[in-house]
């Protein structure tokens, strides 16, 4: 059985989020999102994970929540392909003994 992590964003967390989604990656890296230190990233996938995750919360309106997002479309479309690349590094630095789930969501 491989490790399975999902990959997503989160409103007030400045960085990617990558969780445990089942039992075997839980009882290695615990509850929580896992540091990107436990997972041996690179510095540079480390640095883009931070970027995008600091960009993320641009797109709510923190003043009134419900409000549309105040990215454009083209800035959600550009934030979506650079989320995609991320995660594809993050699959490919993690190798094999990983399944990692791409969660990413971009409201409209």
């Known amino acids: 059985m491989k490790y399975e992590l999902n990959f997503f964003f989160e409103w007030g967390a ?3 989020s ?4 089942n039992q075997k990656s839980f ?3 615990g509850a929580g999102p896992i540091p990107f230190d436990n997972l ?3 510095d540079s996938l480390k640095l883009l994970l931070l970027e995008l ?3 993320y919360q641009t797109a709510l309106d923190w003043d ?3 409000n549309p997002s105040p990215w454009n479309n083209e800035h959600k479309e550009s934030f979506k392909v650079r ?6 590094k993050l699959v490919e630095e993690l190798g094999e003994d990983y399944i990692v789930n ?3 969501e971009v409201y409209d």
């Open 27 to 29: 009882d290695k890296f």
């Open 64 to 66: 009134t929540p419900q």
């Open 102 to 104: 791409y969660c990413v």
């Open 53 to 55: 995750g600091e960009e």
């Open 83 to 88: 989320s995609k690349i991320a995660y594809q």
């Open 14 to 16: 400045n960085f990617a």
């Open 18 to 21: 990558i969780w445990c989604k």
């Open 40 to 42: 041996g990233l690179s």
